[in-house]
């Protein structure tokens, strides 16, 4: 097991996330899945720290993680927010180099080993041609592969990920998740990301983690979570769930709400 | 070009300028002196007139314009980093406005009270800065959580406004002799006096580099989002606690040695930005070197502009900041 939480309690103002236990194995690519406000973003900074739970543990390898100092942590584990607005005007190199601070000494500086990083996830992402642009002047397909590639330079073996998709079109959508089932496979970066978009998860998703109200209704394989009466239960929503054979995954096709 | 390199080249070019205009602006003023005549070690230093104007007279102001502009340069560097701001001033957090309110206080109940040597004005307007600092502080945070910055900007700003309030109030009380005296204050002037009141405010001044010097990195990944910062390994709350500090320690000092001199925080990060890029890495040591220049030129302009009177060097600044303020304002739209 990659991540493992156990009975999660965690509460927020008006939002409360209860009794959540998720294990996500290694070298898998779990989707996040619910409703607005089910708390997926809310498990997703949990899980990277960022929150602390009030009961419950989360563990990296069986650590918790709360024990673990940040930049260890930040060495094994990077996120991949959903969207990032830097007050500056840093390049594309800069941003991307940033991923390395947790590899990093107080007051060292970044050498040739740290830049050929950078290079190597900039390349990955197919956006080293872009180096040297300013990272505000990108479109957002251009900047949502910059800011994996940050991440990549943290040279985790888990990524989480926050509705990596949102704000693309279509052939970026595509595009990004095409690179991030290939960094699964070829990096086996163990890969958390939560989505509202249903068939992006059916297509890149090994396991599912279906959450309301703060709550886990399912948990488990694509293809068993992934039905009419999930989805229904889920969105209360009717949908027609099938296996599209040129696709080669389950698709969705939302028909009213019921 | 790597970083090492960027920073090498980049701090021995500003330095290198900081000392020259450090080492120059003595030489210039209303009596007309010669390099070699204040250098020139065959005449006895009490017969040396040329080298009691380099030194006594003139060096403790140029001394003081380095100290003040470069620590209210590196402060609005921070300052805009903390606050994600790059329109923050090292005045945004209402510290200057404390340190305002406790020299006018000082001044117009004519306060006697010294430590070592720092005169009563100085020593209040200290006092004041620690005020305002701590209450701002205390507004915007909760134990265990990250320092909120919207409300330590509301409250900064807040904080401004009431303290003016005040110190208008403390004005229409005066007398006509303190009344002038607090707005002569007010304007931001580098005529310390005496290198003595350099060296009182100058450990304050290098508590506060000491802190900057931890920052550069963590100011980066902050100025990008506080989130990824602590993603990335960062204590967000210590670097925002520590940034506070030093900022507050900078202003403080500044305001006291010198008065609240306007706009060198904003328009030398800016310049430099505009020179050196982003990377508060570089921009940081960068800011503070140019800001040096940057003061002790604009007071050799205040010093000469209309000599044989001196002008406050704040209103050198203020009449060069806020135009430049405005387009800068302008360009970002």
Redesign the interface.
Known sequence: MALTVTHLDFSYSAFALSDVSVSVQRGSLTGLLGPNGCGKTTLLKLLSGVLRPRHGEIALDGRPIAGIPRRALARRLAVVPQETHPAFDYSVMEMVLMGRHPHLGAFQLEGPADLAVARDALDATGTLHLAERPYMTLSGGEKQRVIIAAALTQSPDVLLLDEPTASLDLGYQLEVAALLARLNRERAVTMVLATHDLNLAASLCDTLVLLRDGRVLLQGPTRDVLTGAAIKQLYNVDADVEFHQRAGHLTVVPVRRA | M???ER?AVTVGGYGALALLTCAVAPLVGSTPISFSRVFDRSIPFADNVDAQIFFIARMPRVLAGAVVGAALASAGVVL??LL???LATPFTLGVSAGAALGAVLAIAMGAAATLGPLSPVPLASLAGACVAAAIVYGLATRPGRPISTSVLLLAGVTLNSFFSALILFAQYMADFAETYRTVRWLMGDLDVGSFGAVGATLPLLMGAFAIFA?LP?SL??M???T??A??????VGRAQRLAFLGTSLAAGAAVALAGPIGFVGIVVPHLV?LMV???H?IVLPASALFGAAFLVACDLVARTVIAPIELPVGIVTALLGGPFFLWLLVRRS
Do not use: E, F
């Open positions: 790597v970083i090492r920073l805009q980093a994600r701001n790059p931890l990195s980066n990944l100025s990008v989002g989130d990824v602590a993603t990335r390994g960062v204590d930005r890029g982003v990377d890495r």
